[in-house]
């Protein structure tokens, strides 16, 4: 827009020039060596008019390079430094169920003679801790295949209820392990979505909302429509997330109450892959929570599918 004013001006006062010039000429209110002195006025003028948007260009464009290139450097320092900070959780999160692994194993081995009974609960006990690696590195390979921007979305017309109904009787038996109330209305609403992306974001959100609870608690889980998106309400009365910490929940391996996730298993990724499923469908999440009242989690996603605009 500065370009184009600065421009016209240039052409506004040749222009203006010239019709007055043109005019004194007519009426020879000017000699013909006046004339050849304000031309030559007027090119020096505009010689050095164009001389001054000449420089303001260049420093334009300098200060945009300026810009881009710190906005980049901002850009690659802070992708480093998530990369060093997801490397070094993945070590420490991998490598803390071999260690206990190791301890359980090396306890038996010490012993020259161990019962039966405490044979069985130390097996169990490593068999419970290689569970924990193999969720772990499960949903780490979720996480990589979507975080890739090449990886396919498989999409096609699927009915979101079906999806939720099957997901609730899978996740049945886990309630009743918890002692929640899984609550669930089948409905049927069809979008064009990545079936599989989507049975992993109501897994996790309901898996979440069942585990972070309490006994005689409920998991409600909502599906419907409004005509241009499809809902996921998943609703809890359980543990709620502190407001201190709403900002960080979607961050790898950040857990609200780590002694919590410990004891049953958590991985600390269930959300940051439900924010991905939902970003590669250009959804969005909405969360309402308070710390021993339980949480509630809204998506929205497009009933038709269109692929995310690339920043």
Not at 81 to 101: C, G, I, K, Q, Y
Not at 155 to 177: C, D, F, H, Q, Y
């Amino acid at each position: 827009m500065k370009n184009r004013i600065v421009l016209f001006s240039i052409i506004a006062v040749a222009a203006l020039t010239g019709s007055v010039a043109g005019l004194l000429i007519g009426t020879g209110v000017i000699s013909n060596a006046a004339i050849g002195i304000t031309v030559v006025i007027f090119s020096i003028a505009v010689v050095i008019m164009l001389a001054f948007y000449q420089r303001y260009i260049i420093d334009r464009d300098k200060e945009q390079l300026l810009s881009d290139y710190e906005e980049t450097r901002t850009r690659m320092e802070a992708l480093d430094r998530t990369r060093d900070e997801f490397a070094a959780n993945v070590s420490h999160e991998l490598r803390t169920p071999m260690t206990s692994m190791k301890v359980l194993a090396d306890s038996i081995l010490a012993e020259d003679e161990v019962s039966p009974s405490i044979y069985r609960e130390f097996m169990q006990d490593i068999a419970d801790e290689i569970d924990r690696e193999n969720r772990i590195i499960t949903d780490l390979l979720a996480l990589v295949r979507m975080d890739n921007s090449d990886s396919s979305m498989n999409i096609s017309e699927v009915n979101i209820g079906e999806i939720t109904e099957t997901i609730v009787k899978r996740l049945r038996p886990l309630a009743r392990k918890y002692e929640v109330d899984l609550i669930y209305e089948p409905v049927d609403v069809k979008a064009e979505a990545d079936e599989i992306k989507i049975a992993l974001l109501i897994t996790n959100l309901l898996e979440n909302a069942i585990k972070y609870n309490h006994p005689g608690g409920y998991a409600k889980v909502i599906i419907s429509e409004d005509g241009m998106n499809f809902l996921i309400n998943v609703e809890d009365n359980g543990m709620g997330i502190p407001e201190d910490q709403k900002t960080l929940i979607w961050e790898r391996f950040y857990r609200v109450d780590k002694s919590h996730s410990r004891s049953i298993g958590g991985t600390g990724l269930g959300l940051s892959i439900a924010k991905s499923v939902i970003t590669r469908h250009n959804g969005r999440m909405e969360v309402k929570s308070e710390e021993g009242k339980g949480s509630t989690f809204t998506v929205r996603i497009p009933l038709k599918y269109r692929e995310p605009v690339k920043e």
